[in-house]
């Protein structure tokens, strides 16, 4: 059994409190991020918030209504992660919660000590796409071309493209997209972007070399800053 929608969130099993109940909001909202991203499902207040009471129900149950989730404790957890404070994520209204680098390194932290989600049933939830990390000129492991090409076709930036919906299409999604950080130099953004536009020609797709080429086009200034 895997994370097919959001509505999945409602069966996972909370961790024993035991676990969980001295770690900050901030840190337990990095884990929640950390694994809605997994799972490529959005990062919005709405998920996280439900997520976070599924997962740490004594931390983020609203007080006097323990059966429903306190949307305020996550806002203010997710307020605690940005650059000011914690530094662990940045966070677009309507667009969702990102981590840095530093909050990735904190939601794996906890891995170890929480392990993975998983649902009520008993099930175990699988690590299907691990999230990028980019550490001096370390390069992500090499796949096939037809895998990259995939992965294209999976990405919300290219959902927005063949939707008609490019006109909104923001920096967030690129990094989304490219799976790196905003911090990511730009040299190394671009080799991931060809690195797609590499597989896309191999396999002689040109519906994903034309979205490729819009992808250049419309974040050539970011990609060269």
Known sequence: MKVGGSKDLLKLSPFPS???????????????????TQWELSTTLENLAVLNFKLFPTKFAMVGWPEFPDVNRTNRSVLQMRPKYRNF??????????????????????????????????????????????????????????????KVKRSRLFQAYKGGRWA????????????????????????????????????KDAEVSEFLEAVSSTFRSYLHR
């Open 18 to 36: 035991e676990k969980y109940e001295e770690l900050s909001l901030a840190t337990l909202t990095a884990y929640s991020v950390y694994w809605l």
């Open 89 to 150: 994520a940045t966070s677009i209204t309507n667009k969702g919660v990102f981590l840095n680098g530093r909050g990735v390194d904190e939601a794996q932290s906890l891995i170890g000590r929480l392990g993975t989600p998983s649902f009520c049933d008993g099930s175990a939830l699988p690590v299907e796409m691990p999230i990028a990390r980019v550490r001096g000129s370390g390069r992500p492991t090499t796949v096939h071309a037809e895998d990259l090409v995939a």
């Open 168 to 203: 909104d299409a923001e920096p967030i999604d690129l990094i989304n997209f490219l799976e790196v950080y905003d911090h990511t130099p730009s040299d190394e953004k671009r080799r991931r972007l060809r690195s797609f536009e590499t597989a896309a020609n191999e396999m």
